[in-house]
């Protein structure tokens, strides 16, 4: 059985507060974009785990895919042994929710292909135990996301009018160092109450909280935003904590880009 994670953008990010446990409330509103990776599973004698693909540095027990099957077995140790094949296109450490989104496709295709028969409110509660951002993609709507990532509310929001550029500059950003820049703040007006507005209205008041600590770590990536809207954008921002970017074009508009550097760009219509 095979499936397609794909990614995330995030329109608007506010950081609130920082909790008592470590981590941080924050609101965003999560919109999915068809940027994809390929997931499959096939019987085995033996649990494991082939990529192909882009490069995925680290150990890969540390692999979301790997982290939603020894949770799941660990709730229902009959699970059989699989070996698991991981397609990557989508780029890694990029804000774009690449790997929770392999992480919470994982766990719904392992619910559907053997019937575990969880729903999608425990699907969701396994998911965070894999990332903040993994318990999206079970729903995988427009949603007004809040707390760590667990509360997710389905968001009135249609944006298939346009077409995105999704530029990746090849870095990777550190979401724990990006959050150690942070002063947490409530937002001055509700990113829900601006989405009510046209696209056209977005660029000066709708903000990612992450882009004034990014850009002064690396001045370099303001000038991506300042090119998107050169180029047409309707709206641009940083996603996540970086360190991809996205513009909102007029849909079926090519635009035409001139980076100084070697920087990976998607066209998603």
Known sequence: MILFPNCKINIGL??????????????????????????????????????????????????????????????????????????????????????????????????????????????????????????????????????????????????????????????HISTSWAFSKIKPTPAIRPIQEILQEPVTNWQDQLINDFEIPVFKEYPFLSDIKKTLYKSGALYASMTGSGSSFYGIFKKNTVPSFSFDQNFRVDIVK
């Open 14 to 171: 506010n950081v609130v507060r920082k909790r008592p446990d470590g981590f941080h409330d924050l609101e965003s509103v999560f919109y999915p974009i068809l940027l994809k990776d390929v997931i499959e599973i096939v019987p085995a004698d033996i649990f494991q785990l082939s990529i192909s693909g882009l490069n995925i540095p680290g150990d890969n027990q540390n692999n979301a895919c790997v982290k939603a099957y020894y949770l799941a077995k660990k709730n229902f140790p009959g699970l059989p042994q699989v070996k698991m094949y991981l397609h990557k296109h989508i780029p890694i450490g990029s804000g774009l929710g690449g790997g929770s989104a392999d992480g919470a496709f994982m766990l719904r295709l392992l619910n559907n292909n053997f019937k575990l028969n969880l729903t999608t409110e425990q699907l969701i509660d396994y998911a965070l135990n894999i990332g903040s951002d993994c318990p999206f993609f079970i729903l995988n709507q427009p949603s007004f996301v809040s707390g760590r990532g667990e509360s997710i509310e389905k968001f009135p929001l249609d944006l298939s009018a346009y077409s995105f550029a999704l530029v990746h500059p090849g870095i």
